[in-house]
């Protein structure tokens, strides 16, 4: 059975920083490109990141470039977020997901999904 | 980037009854190399993460029952609750995976009237 745990969400203040984890298990973690959406209190879900298989391509929405890093731990089943900068309106539940099918695009469907972790950004 | 739009914002319909799901993408996710239109349903019922419903528009997902349908291409997409049951009560969002970003709709809350 597949399993996403999300873990390190908490509460910060503007311009904080939190590093989120996500651990996989009942999947091949290494063949699928893993993604980080998010959900702000009462809103609807944000496509934030994704990463290739390897680690070799990352892409972020625009509002997060330059202050969010994905990155993953193949041996460790382990997808990451680093947000830095953190602002107010970053404030939602970050969700891992697993695309559907291991292909090789980023324009993925999910078929798994995490519990997700609450990230407060507020003074 | 393409935005997805849905309507209505919430429907209440009764049970048994049939609720419709509007779906509309700025521009075409249809790809023309493969005749595909790269539109997803995600169901979301409160407290829980989203469930892929419907993939390539009108590809029920294994498991999900049949009264669960898409339809649509290019630009416009509908999801149909054909019968709706009290384990519907959801909020369902579209997501387009054309082109980069991944963008989502503002979601649907389906309710019992």
């Known amino acids: 059975e597949v399993q996403l745990v999300e873990s390190g969400g908490g509460s910060v203040q503007p311009g904080g920083s939190l590093r989120l984890s996500c651990a996989a298990s009942g999947f091949s973690f290494s063949i699928y490109w893993m993604s980080w959406v998010r959900q702000a209190p009462g809103k609807g879900l944000e496509w934030v990141a994704n990463?290739?298989?390897?680690?070799?391509?990352?892409n972020y929405l625009d509002s997060v470039k330059g202050r969010f890093t994905i990155s993953r731990d193949n041996a460790k089943n382990s997808l990451f977020l680093q947000m830095n900068s953190l602002r107010v309106e970053d404030t939602a539940v970050y969700y891992c997901?697993?695309?559907?099918?291991?292909?090789?695009?980023?324009?993925?469907?999910?078929?798994?999904w995490g519990q997700g972790t609450l990230v407060t950004v507020s003074s | 980037d393409i935005v997805m739009t849905q309507s209505p914002d919430s429907l209440a319909v009764s049970l048994g009854e049939r609720a419709t799901i509007n779906c509309k993408s700025s521009?075409?996710?249809?790809?023309?190399?493969?005749?595909?239109?790269?539109l997803v349903w995600y169901q979301q019922k409160p407290g829980q993460p989203p469930k892929l419903l419907i993939y390539?528009?009108?590809t029920r997902e294994s498991g999900v029952p049949d009264r669960f349908s898409g339809s649509g291409s290019g630009t416009d997409f509908t999801l149909t609750i054909s019968s709706l049951r009290a384990e519907d009560v959801a909020v369902y969002y579209c997501q387009q995976y054309y082109d980069a970003p991944l963008t989502f709709g503002g979601g649907t809350k389906v309710e019992i009237k």
């Open positions: 997901a697993k695309q559907r099918d291991p292909i090789a695009t980023p324009l993925s469907i999910y078929n798994s």
């Open positions: 390539w528009a009108s």
């Open positions: 990463i290739k298989q390897d680690g070799s391509d990352k």
């Open positions: 521009q075409s996710v249809l790809y023309s190399s493969d005749n595909k239109n790269y």
